[in-house]
């Protein structure tokens, strides 16, 4: 039951009980000020691998700048048939 939800400090500070039911039952909460994680909120034994979320929270890792991933690249097709002597003659050239 691992969720990450990102609350607000207001909303921590008017919902506190509520929030730290959650994170009895096993939920992470990442706590926010002006949108900026700070803290996190979550039950005392972690379960399964840290996330991403995680390493932030902990401050062990930053978020990315960009989130876009690199296209993917096709691996050059090489003819088997050629041997390495003669692709090395061809590219130091003559």
Partial sequence: ?????HIG???????????LKRAEAGDRLIVT???????QIG???PSGEPTL?????????????????????Q??????DISIDRIIKELRGP
Wanted: no cysteine.
């Fill in 33 to 39: 000020v002006d949108g900026r994680p700070i803290a």
């Fill in 9 to 19: 400090v207001r909303d921590l500070r008017a919902e506190l009980a509520t929030y």
């Fill in 1 to 5: 039951m691992e969720a990450h939800n």
């Fill in 75 to 80: 691996p050059a097709q090489t003819p088997i």
């Fill in 43 to 45: 039950p005392l034994e």
């Fill in 53 to 73: 979320e995680d390493l932030i929270a902990l401050g062990l890792v930053k978020r990315p700048k960009n989130e876009t991933k690199p296209p993917k690249v």
